[in-house]
């Protein structure tokens, strides 16, 4: 779409698309999950806003700045996704733990809050996807 790579272009498509994914989780949680309170709402909305910049950002390195191994977009979108979530999963292991118990139920398949790391690969993967197609990648976003 755009002739030029940028990376103002792929952070604004990156938090976008990261807000989007954001505002489906605050939405989401008053009917899912009434107990969790507002602060875990607005937490996952500015959680995927931030995520999308993050995974935005690391689109100047095509490859990793030190094993100098080729990290193409497809790769570490998801893997920046899987990390981020990961994380955020041991710091409201609780939370994420009750959410997956309202979604799925007690015997459901989908009740370890460890499935939240996955989701985040597939978010990463779909916002790597939007920035690289509408901002570029490598370094010349960098404007180098």
């Known amino acids: 779409m755009f002739t030029r790579p940028s990376m103002v272009t792929r952070i604004a498509v990156g938090k976008t698309v990261g807000f989007f994914f954001g505002l489906i989780g605050f939405l989401m949680m008053p009917y899912m999950l009434p107990e969790a309170g507002q602060m875990l709402a607005w937490g996952f909305l500015l959680w995927y806003t931030t995520l999308g910049a ?30 981020m979530n990961f994380v955020l999963t041991l710091l409201i292991y609780d939370q994420l733990a009750a959410f997956g118990l309202a979604l799925f ?33 490598g370094p010349e976003t960098a404007g180098r």
């Not at 080729?70 to 920046?80: G, K, N, S, V």
Request: glycine residues 14%; aromatic residues 20%; hydrophobic residues 60%.
């Open 54 to 83: 993050i995974v935005a950002i690391f689109g100047v390195f095509d490859f990793h700045p030190i094993l100098r191994l080729p990290m193409p977009w497809w790769f570490r979108a998801p893997l920046l996704g899987a990390w």
């Open 105 to 137: 139920g007690a015997e459901g398949v989908f009740t370890s809050p460890f499935w939240f790391v996955a989701e985040g690969a597939v978010v990463g993967l779909v916002i790597g996807f939007a920035a690289t197609r509408l901002g570029g990648e």
